[in-house]
């Protein structure tokens, strides 16, 4: 049996959500988006709607990190009338009250939702054009002043080194998988996600089917951030399974670039590597670029080279590059050294070796460090025991919809932004700009 939307809206609506359209769905906030995708539930004694249900999640991941379900009932239980009227939750037409729904509905219905339909849902409303409306305060209090933790962590994102110039728009594509979750037979669950370099935001996420290749969910993954202009954009992966089938989908159907980490899975492409960029310093002196980054409590020194990739069987490739790595203490001392081959399709006048230095060192910057690290750290994803059916993909997205909606009011230090939403109900509400207009 089909499921009913959870509004009155129509099915053309419905189609509208993962589109872009300045028109249309776009201009839809967090809460109006909701109530475009479809609910699950039976008609029969359903008391909270969708909307509301999803948006208590959103706004409570914010401040509790989604790791717990019982944390964001608390949080909408000791959340004030007002809040839970600005999200629209049901209330007692007998005490004239707001009741929040209980952890067992929010898990029901978390776990029964389609679950391509919610990222597409939560990637286009944080990646709504430029321009429409973002974060407001509603004539509100602003937040505190951000203190030495966030002024720590602008310095830190200055430091880094300033990219070349000539840079093309750039999109890390990764998976992860998470730890505590599993299919009904057995199978873990893998996601694959789409960042943008320039600020880790995520533009799209899918979920690889069980027993299937990555080749499928790459295809529904680019298809999904419909919204982003990926034609000429620039693709990095860390060696995706079938390169070759991912490098031909990259260009012949989506019309962008691919830079890829070549490892020894593909033994001959990765010892034909090798042998291009095999060489003294001084012969490749002209296609080498180095840079020294030093943060952390260590220093790393990265060498870069590049080489034409003539006689080379892998689709359109023109470069192969091989990235060396030197790590150390802040003395300067190194202790370990790293070597990565890759390849790609942009030429040299495309993409130099400072330029693909660049590619590779924002391409860990952004689904690493950005994405996952933050994930796994920040929102403690990997401690989470959510199993069931579409849960744990659901929990995951909301933990993407929180990061980039947290960078695009201009925090840096995730964990430092949530716990300064943490202490205001109303602060949360203010980040999503939902509440009277």
Not at 207 to 231: C, M, N, V, W, Y
Request: glycine fraction near 8%; hydrophobic fraction near 40%; include cysteine.
């Amino acid at each position: 049996m089909p499921v009913a939307p959870s509004s009155l809206i129509n099915a053309v609506g419905r189609e509208q959500i993962g589109q872009t359209n300045t028109d249309s769905s776009a201009r839809l906030d967090l809460i109006d988006r909701f109530t475009l995708i479809s609910d699950p539930r039976s008609t029969r004694g359903r008391r909270h709607c969708l909307a509301s249900i999803l948006a208590i999640v959103a706004c409570a991941t914010v401040a509790v990190g989604g790791d717990c379900l019982t944390a964001i009932e608390q949080w909408a239980d000791n959340a004030p009338q007002h809040i839970l009227a600005d999200l629209h939750i049901w209330r007692d037409p007998f005490t004239g009250l707001h009741r929040p729904p209980s952890e067992r509905t929010i898990r029901r219905v978390l776990a029964a939702l389609d679950g391509d339909e919610l990222d597409a849902c939560l990637t286009t409303f944080l990646n709504r054009p430029p321009g429409l409306p973002a974060a407001e305060t509603h004539d509100r209090l602003p937040a505190p002043a951000s203190r030495r933790t966030e002024r720590e962590a602008r310095r830190a994102a200055h430091r880094s080194p300033t990219p070349a110039p000539g840079l093309l728009p750039a999109y890390a594509v990764d998976g992860k998988r998470l730890k505590g979750a599993r299919h009904p037979d057995g199978g873990r669950v893998h996601l694959i996600s789409l960042a943008a370099h320039l600020d880790a935001t995520v533009h799209a996420q899918r979920q690889i089917p069980a027993k299937s290749s990555e080749i499928g969910a790459l295809d529904a993954l680019l298809r999904q951030a419909g919204g982003t202009d990926l034609a000429g954009a620039v693709i990095t992966a860390d060696a995706l399974d079938t390169q070759r089938a991912s490098a031909r989908l990259l260009i012949e159907e989506h019309h962008a670039h691919y830079v890829m980490i070549v490892k020894a899975n593909q033994p001959t492409l990765h010892a034909t590597a090798i042998t291009a960029l095999t060489g003294t310093d001084t012969d490749f002196a002209a296609v080498t670029h180095r840079e020294t980054h030093r943060g952390h409590g260590r220093t790393e020194y990265r060498i870069l080279r590049t080489a034409p990739a003539d006689g080379i069987d892998f689709p359109y490739a023109a470069q192969v590059f091989r990235v060396l790595r030197h790590r150390g203490g802040l003395d300067g001392i190194r202790h370990s050294k790293e070597v990565c081959y890759g390849i790609t399709d942009l030429t040299a006048r495309q993409a130099g070796p400072a330029h693909l230095a660049a590619y590779v060192r924002g391409h860990w910057k952004a689904i690493e460090n950005g994405v996952h690290h933050v994930r796994d750290v920040t929102f403690a994803e990997d401690a989470c025991q959510a199993r069931t059916a579409t849960l744990p993909r659901a929990l995951a997205a909301f933990r993407n919809l929180a990061t980039g909606t947290l960078r695009r009011a201009g925090h840096v230090n995730i964990a430092h932004a949530r716990r300064e939403h943490g202490y205001d109900h109303q602060r949360v509400l203010d980040l999503f700009n939902l509440g009277p207009k």
